[in-house]
């Protein structure tokens, strides 16, 4: 007599729609603006609108109107990556385990809900890894699976090449002038998008995050109190990890993991955080596109979610747990994003 199998699932991933990312930085900040796509390849626009154009003056009787300019669009049609995750839960997963804390055996949904957990971290620290791909490299390494990997570069996609610049922190330089220096340049390449700014982070290594901080000219502002005690948008509970301060309204974070981020200790990169635009037509310079998933069929046209995850049974109940997620972190201004060198001579 041949086995039957029931084809249900259950979905998981309303359950996660909140779950909060401890420590990771880049996401917690917001600094991608999420969007959202129902179809696996994506048709993106560089967009030059500016926000600041100005309208003219025209004769109160006239039937003179003045209009806003049409934008500019450079078609790009690129696929969203997908990573998917599948773990297969049976009696050995739960029989020889304990509870956590307790004499008593594990349950089932003991090892499901530490499973889910585990499928979990694994797209948070992947989006992170992205999102720090992308705006401190201009690339998404994750493409080898699609028509334009294994590598895209947003600067030949778009035509912007990553600034450089240099903090002087030795002991008779004045690292106060070189950050307003770096700060000045990046809000003259932004043009019309400085209206869309809501403040600048500088993402450090650790020898630059001392050498700035304990410079002889920044200690008398920690003497006497100038330094900010409160970071742009840092919430101390969900980032722990990260110490941080504020100069010259830029808010410095100190990015130990290097082996993670790629940042050296000597290294940094100063970031621009933007309001997102109230204009369909005007893209935000930092994009994070979240796209449907594809290996469940009927979940593959359900409404789009950042995370995926559903669990389905086998003839002799053994659990079968899936997650999905597809996105593309896009850096669609990479000239934005200025590579700090620490200069301590």
Known sequence: MALTKDFSYVDYSSTFANVPARNRILTNLNIFQREVTDQFKTSLDILNAQADTIAPAANRFSSEWGSTPKPKAANHLIELPLF????????????????????????????VTAKSLAHYERFAATRERMFAESLFRHQVTDMEYTADGPILDWSEEFGYDQSTGAIYTGVAADPLESLSDEVSAMKRRMGGLASLLKGIYLFAGSNLFKKLRFNPSVRQLVQYGVLDPDGLVFNKEIN?????????????????????????????????VFEKPLSADQASPFTNLVGPTSRNLELAFADVVDFRIYSSTDAYKNITLSSEFSLLPICYRPDLVTAITNDAS
């Open 240 to 272: 722990p990890a990260f110490s941080y301060y504020v100069l010259d309204n830029v808010t410095v974070v100190e990015m130990s993991d290097t082996d993670f981020y790629g940042i050296g200790a000597d290294q940094g990169f100063m970031v621009p």
């Open 84 to 111: 998917p995750t599948q773990d297969v839960i049976t009696a050995a997963d739960v029989q020889p385990f304990r509870k956590i804390g307790s004499p008593l055996q594990a349950s089932v949904l003991d090892a």
